[in-house]
Nanobody, 120 residues
């Protein structure tokens, strides 16, 4: 599967953004999908994941209650709705796919990142 993330941008603290990840191929609905991010000088970290059915979710504590992951299997698209953004959310965001469970940290396919910058 090939993945392409989009929707990043520069916003103010408290604003919202919606990231999208378009997937190619016919097996999108068989993959657990995840979002990760990497801030300058920091390691990549897990943000959120969603099961292949769309009925299971897993979030990093730092984004719980502010971010929502969803997917549209008919359109081969993954989403990340980000509300109440904070400057510490500034990072390059990546989407990824795996056949493993929604709580896994091991992903096999990665898309290009999209930059999110939150200013105070």
């Amino acid at each position: 599967v090939q993945l392409q993330a989009s929707g990043g941008g520069s916003v103010q603290a408290g604003d919202s953004l919606r990231l999208s990840c378009a997937a190619s191929g016919r097996t999108f609905d068989r993959y657990t999908m995840g979002w990760f991010r990497q801030a300058p000088g920091k390691e990549r970290e897990f943000v959120a994941s969603i099961s292949y059915t769309g009925r299971g979710w897993h979030y990093a504590d730092s984004v719980k209650g502010r971010f929502t992951v969803s997917r549209d299997n008919a359109k081969n698209t993954l989403f990340l709705q980000m509300n109440s953004l904070k400057p510490e959310d500034t990072a390059v965001y990546y989407c990824a796919a795996t056949f493993r469970a929604v709580t896994t940290s091991m992903y096999d396919y990665w898309g290009q990142g999209t930059q999110v910058t939150v200013s105070s």
